[in-house]
């Protein structure tokens, strides 16, 4: 397997008042390079480098693949390049609408790049939720930039003798380079399709998609291994899931907890007389995936939250955040009685994975039937 050693000073440095990101380009082919970012949650120390970018040389200038999380690590990595050859920055290529992949746009667009993306990027949104979470400092000059053409189907590229193709899958974007033999997959990673806890529609469609194509490395936004053992790590993963499905059938089955939007939800519990539950995660928050391995795993909280609540599930790297709750922490458990909005129990960070079950247990406990009282 083939994978990058990939550190980052825990000291937060600046240059001329700037954050220091620290960036080193790696050689995947002679002419492909990408910065890849820590396995981390955005932080103040890190300024939010913990996504995966990459530049494809052509013969007429650079192609980037996902700008970074702030103007200043896309000004840094530009240097970056300039250093090895200052060619123009044609196009940037979004694969997620994720603010992480794409709020460097900004400094490429003043470049005079070209910004390629989802139509969902350009949904607005109330503030940049990044802000938040790291220095100002890292922050600064930080802003959504309007993309120039906004993807609802498969697209080609065509600069020289190379030709990239773009390939749209649900809210993704699938970038290929035939003649470097790479994949760029953005969210699409084993470690991603893990906190899901199982392959969704979507998984499944860009598996598909991109197994036949010839290619030799595969990079996704998060991650080191880059070559065809992460597929094959997806695919077995995907296979022991079915397997355990079938298995499970077979058994007394114990069922996942099924989420839905907070809207539905709440009418929902109205008229069933049910509680609702507002699970607040984002990508890269190890406490997160920790939180979702045991609601995957303890059958009693599954049991009480299947009988007595709708469960809503919001990821704030891509969702809007209720305004009336006072999420700041991820992962967030509330636990909300729908006819008076009243929050009955919050719970922030490890304890939402040391105290659940035992809140859930003062309102919800089958042996007590107190759920409806």
Known sequence: MMHYII??????TFVFGEFNYHLNSHNITPDIKCFFGLQAEPSMINGANVINTCYIKTDEGYVIIDSGPTYHYAQQ??????????LPIKYVINTSSNELNSLGNQFYKEQGATLIGLKSSLKKRQGILLKDKISQEAFENTRTTTLDFSLSND????????IIEIKKIEDQLIVYAPHS???????????????????????????KKIEP???DYIISSHGIDIDRYALTEM?????????????????????CIEYTNLKQAKKTALKE?????????????NPCKKLNELLKNNNHIKQMVNQHIKAVKINRDYDEIPTNYNIIVTPTIL???????????????????????DSLKLFVDDSDKLALQ
């Open 235 to 255: 695919q077995e993963y995907f296979d022991l899931f079915q397997q355990e499905s079938q298995e499970s059938s077979q058994k007394k089955p114990t069922h």
């Open 213 to 215: 194509l010839s290619w």
């Open 273 to 285: 007389h049910k509680f609702v539950m507002i699970k607040v995660e984002a990508d890269n928050c």
């Open 335 to 357: 636990l909300v009685k729908p006819e008076s909005n009243r929050v009955l129990v919050k719970l922030e960070g490890s304890e939402t994975f040391e105290d659940l079950e």
């Open 7 to 12: 550190t980052l000073s825990l000291l937060t």
């Open 77 to 86: 990595a530009y240097k970056v390049m300039e250093t090895e050859e200052a």
């Open 181 to 207: 033999k790479t994949i760029f997959v953005g969210d699409f990673s084993p470690s991603k399709i893990k906190t899901e806890h199982k392959p969704t529609k979507k998984w499944t469609k860009i598996l």
């Open 155 to 162: 697209k080609n590229l065509i600069l020289g003798s190379s």
